[in-house]
């Protein structure tokens, strides 16, 4: 069964400084992967997505994320983070042949410090 | 507008009391879900509307929650009977068809305590 991982459940960063979320997925074949922010008191906002070519897919407000078969990750990163980053994210994998569930990991809670 | 819209955004309610939650789609998306978030948690899956099939309700944590879905567009979720452990966020998301590669759009949710 498809599973998403994201080990990190809280990660503290400062402001001007480099970011990298984790995700892990469990799937055999390429899945489709999507990376979701939520700031407080809203739904989940599509950063980028991933369904195959360039492994390196670039997404709004200035995110980016990297797929690596090998080890089956699709980690998120930002160059230089902005106190508006502060939220909470979500890497998910769309539904495969035969399903229609996307899986979401159990989310990464960014605090960004002035 | 343009994006999903939940009405109403936040519901206090009494225990016991019935509440209705409404979810208006993204036009010509034909898919459909309802997820439940717990402070701190993850999404969970509740029913998964695609067109006019039967929706899949196999996320529905019990017999109290049902979900329909009227002509294809507008969804309505109930909760008879709440209990405090019903108190979450409620997210709607609707895509453009159930094909792994369409991306969901949410709405912003209906915050719902119960009391």
């Known amino acids: 069964a498809q599973s998403v991982t994201q080990p990190d459940i809280h990660i503290t960063v400062s402001e001007g400084a480099s970011l990298e979320l984790r995700c892990n997925y469990s799937y055999g074949a390429t899945p489709y992967l999507f990376w979701y922010v939520q700031s407080p008191g809203q739904g989940l906002q599509l950063l980028l997505k991933y369904f195959s070519g360039d492994t390196l897919v670039q997404g709004i407000k200035g995110f980016e994320a990297e797929f690596k078969r090998s ?10 983070v902005h106190w508006s980053d502060a939220a909470e994210y979500f890497c998910a994998v769309g539904p495969t042949s035969g399903t229609y569930k996307y899986i979401f990991g159990t989310g990464t809670r960014l605090k960004v410090l002035a | 507008g343009a994006g999903v819209s ?4 936040n519901k206090v309610t009494e225990k016991g009391k ?5 979810c208006d789609p993204i036009s010509g998306h034909t898919a459909l879900y309802w997820y439940r978030q717990s402070l701190g948690q ?14 899949d309700k196999s ?57």
């Open chain 2, 42 to 55: 993850g999404l969970e899956f509740l029913i998964y509307f695609q067109g006019n099939s039967a929706p």
């Open chain 2, 18 to 22: 019935d509440v209705e939650l409404r």
């Open chain 1, 71 to 80: 080890q089956s990750s699709f980690n998120l990163r930002k160059p230089s």
């Open chain 2, 6 to 9: 939940q009405s109403p955004s």
């Open chain 2, 59 to 115: 996320g529905l944590p019990s017999d109290r929650f049902s979900a329909e879905r009227t002509g294809g567009s507008v969804s309505t979720l109930t909760i008879q009977r709440t209990q405090q452990e019903d108190s979450a966020v409620y997210l709607c998301a609707s895509s453009l068809g159930y094909l792994g590669n369409q991306p969901q759009h949410f709405g912003d949710g209906t915050r719902l305590s119960i009391l």
